[in-house]
């Protein structure tokens, strides 16, 4: 790779670029993750990361991650570049067969090999929403964030996820963008924003995936490509969503089916892929409502739940002449969360296994954030105490 030496060797200001930002990144991890406030000590490096800490001097490397599709860099070299290098001895890679995760659960890609290089900046992680997280205490603020008190709810509930979606999205390459949308009310419920931004978005990249601010990424070490190929989203494929739990009311109204009877796909998570087939299916959901081409649709302007149910009720039928333009994710993998079966009539025993979509627990969304980071850092650790172990270990 073009950061490193010759024969993969580092030069000492490269070990100082790198190894600065780390011991950073692991102090901030350790003081914002702590029970207890912030000290003084820890405000300098802290404002360092927060005003984008270089090293020594700046970076021009593009070679680390792939050029992109058309999105620009999100940042220097710093911080993303920092999370990128720091990751590298744990990022599952993109052609694994498998994975297994800290309980020893193995998820395969059943053979498939369709994304056999990393998609770097051709790839997009969104987060859109018609608020932003600029309050007291958010992650917007200019003022530094308490994480011990931020509440996961309202607009701070974006800036939980940010911090989930933003991070991830820069270990693996990825570019990322906060998309501050306006309100469509009182017309259309505000969610159906989401159509006419990614059909705008989709154009620059190879690739867009749309993450809900209520929906966490699980496992930070695992690719989007690996994802890719284990849902089988091929070449061809212009859309995918998850499956939605089944939700069945006290009456035996079972608001999780369309008027065919099949399972509706969930919004939270929404991947894009830049064809042409994909421009036209996102124009007819943009439209939908306007009932020139589905006659009904205009119900679903504010009636729940709105521009999923849409999707569902119309777009799946007509755009699908392949069966794999629209990939429908599995439940289990990118939908639900362990303990939401049985609330509120939840049908469905979805772990969210990739990505979690805390639909009814909202405020839990924080802790899967701490939860998911401090899992990799200890499997850093770990990687680190594997390698180094006889300079750190003394036995009496």
């Given at each position: 790779m073009a950061a490193f030496g010759p024969a993969g060797s580092l030069s000492t200001q490269r070990i100082l670029i790198i190894a600065v930002p780390t011991l950073l990144l692991l102090i901030f991890v350790i003081s914002a993750f702590h029970t207890g406030s912030v000290t003084a000590p820890l405000t300098a490096p802290i404002e360092a990361i927060k005003n984008g800490y270089h090293g020594i001097g700046e970076s021009t490397d593009t070679g680390r991650r792939p050029a992109g599709f058309g999105g620009p860099e999100s940042l220097s070299y710093g911080f993303s570049d920092m999370l990128y290098e720091l990751?590298?001895?744990?990022?599952?890679?993109v052609t694994a067969k498998s994975y297994k995760d800290q309980r020893g659960k193995e998820f395969d890609v059943g053979g498939r090999e369709i994304w056999k290089e990393p998609l770097g900046k051709d790839v997009l992680v969104i987060d859109l929403d018609t608020r932003k997280p600029d309050g007291k205490n958010e992650v917007f603020n200019k003022d530094k964030m308490d994480w011990e008190t931020v509440k996961a709810s309202g607009s701070g509930?974006?800036?939980?996820?940010?911090?989930?979606?933003?991070?991830?999205?820069?270990?693996?390459?990825?570019?990322?963008?906060?998309?501050?949308?306006?309100?469509?009310?009182?017309?259309?419920?505000?969610?159906?924003?989401?159509?006419?931004?990614?059909?705008q978005m989709i154009r620059d990249y190879k690739f867009v995936v749309f993450i809900d601010a209520d929906a966490i990424i699980q496992h930070l070490e695992v690719p989007l490509e690996f994802l890719f190929n284990r849902w089988n989203i091929s070449t061809n494929t212009s859309i995918a969503m998850p499956i939605d739990t089944q939700q069945i009311f006290e009456d035996g109204n079972n608001i999780s089916l369309d008027s065919k009877g099949k399972i509706v796909l969930n919004s939270g998570v929404v991947i894009l892929q830049n064809l042409p087939y994909t421009h036209e299916?996102?124009?007819?959901?943009?439209?939908?409502?306007?009932?020139?081409?589905?006659?009904?649709?205009?119900?679903?302007?504010?009636?729940?739940?709105?521009?999923?149910?849409?999707?569902?009720?119309?777009?799946?039928?007509?755009?699908?002449?392949?069966?794999?333009?629209?990939?429908?994710?599995?439940?289990?993998?990118?939908?639900?969360?362990?303990?939401?079966?049985?609330?509120?009539?939840?049908?469905?025993?979805?772990?969210?296994?990739?990505?979690?979509?805390?639909?009814?627990?909202?405020?839990?969304?924080?802790?899967?954030?701490?939860?998911?980071?401090?899992?990799?850092?200890?499997?850093?650790?770990?990687?680190?105490?594997?390698?180094?172990?006889?300079?750190?270990?003394?036995?009496?």
């Open positions: 990751y590298k001895p744990i990022k599952v890679p509930l974006l800036g939980v996820s940010h911090v989930n979606h933003f991070i991830y999205s820069q270990i693996h390459g990825y570019d990322y963008k906060f998309f501050h949308a306006k309100s469509m009310e009182p017309s259309h419920h505000n969610t159906w924003i989401k159509p006419h931004v990614l059909q299916m996102m124009t007819a959901w943009t439209e939908c409502t306007t009932e020139k081409r589905y006659k009904g649709c205009g119900d679903w302007k504010q009636k729940w739940s709105h521009e999923q149910r849409a999707f569902s009720e119309y777009i799946r039928y007509d755009f699908n002449p392949d069966g794999n333009n629209i990939v429908e994710i599995p439940c289990n993998d990118a939908n639900g969360y362990p303990g939401l079966k049985g609330k509120a009539g939840v049908q469905d025993d979805c772990q969210g296994e990739f990505m979690r979509h805390y639909t009814l627990d909202k405020n839990a969304a924080k802790t899967s954030v701490g939860n998911a980071v401090m899992q990799s850092m200890g499997d850093l650790l770990q990687a680190n105490w594997a390698k180094n172990h006889g300079n750190l270990l003394i036995e009496e």
